[in-house]
């Protein structure tokens, strides 16, 4: 359980990862830049929150 919740934040960070590229590359484009940020902050939203899940499970 540990390792898959491990696997899931790595995807975000992923997810993340991806998104800065492409704000970087339609930087013109606003319609893609504001879509690729609001999917940043979640990617980033929810790479805490799992975490913070997986810090919780672990204590248990």
């Known amino acids: 359980m540990n390792r898959a919740l ?3 934040e790595i995807l975000w960070l992923g997810v993340a ?3 800065a590229v492409e704000i970087y590359m339609a930087w013109g ?3 893609r830049t ?3 940020t609001l999917f940043l ?3 980033i939203f929810m790479y805490f929150l799992r ?3 997986r810090l919780r499970a672990m204590n248990k």
């Open 29 to 31: 484009n606003w319609t």
């Open 6 to 8: 491990r696997l899931v």
């Open 51 to 53: 975490r913070r899940s």
């Open 41 to 43: 902050g979640a990617a």
């Open 17 to 19: 990862a991806v998104s």
């Open 34 to 36: 504001i879509q690729f």
